[in-house]
């Protein structure tokens, strides 16, 4: 869409490190701020035993993580910056997200069959250990009740419906419109 109503998607870099960008499609944390000193904590670090196959589809993980975490985001790392403060296995495109002053991201290893990679977990900040359980979870439930199955319900509202009129897990408001993610029902 062009004009004034143009989707932006909007970067914040993370104070203290010039190398982490962390891309919002549907705005900035209410206070980015929060995260200036998350770098300067210890990583912590948690793997979820989720498995996938080196070339598995995993179009719903992406929706999953957009669902289930609000501050969800993706992370970049400039590779001429990089000090390795964070290791991504994919260093132009890595899902993440951020809760309050903690953000985490994905990674991945080899698991000893060299056909497929584990999920972990990395978090950075004040609540890492809390956060990197909470992503982790999400990679659980993914696993358990997503993969693999039907894929999400989108429905488009008018900018004015009201919270009560609409039934979903999350909502994402737009200029014109507000549009409800959610699961289908089991």
């Not at 400039?78 to 002053?101: M, S, W, Y």
């Not at 000893?112 to 659980?140: C, I, S, T, W």
Request: some cysteine.
């Amino acid at each position: 869409m062009q004009g004034s109503t143009v989707h932006r998607e909007e970067i914040l870099l993370v104070n203290g490190t010039p190398e982490i960008g962390l891309r919002f499609d549907d705005g900035l944390p209410a206070d980015p701020n929060r995260l200036d000193n998350a770098v300067t904590t210890p990583r912590h670090e948690l793997w979820t035993g989720v498995t996938v196959g080196l070339s598995e589809l995993l179009d719903t993980l992406q929706m999953t993580m957009a669902i289930s975490l609000p501050g969800f985001c993706t992370m970049t790392v400039d590779e001429d910056l990089d000090t390795g403060l964070v290791t991504p296995a994919n260093k132009r495109f890595t899902l993440a997200a951020v809760e309050d002053d903690t953000f985490a991201y994905l990674v991945t290893r080899r698991t000893e069959d060299n056909k497929h990679v584990e999920y972990g977990v990395h978090a950075l900040g004040p609540h890492a250990q809390p956060f990197a359980d909470k992503v982790a979870d999400v990679l659980r439930d993914w696993e358990a009740n997503r993969r693999g199955g039907p894929g999400p319900v989108i429905r488009v509202y008018p900018a004015g419906t009201s919270d009560d009129q609409i039934s979903t897990q999350r909502v994402i408001d737009k200029v014109h419109s507000r549009i409800s993610l959610s699961w289908p029902s089991a």
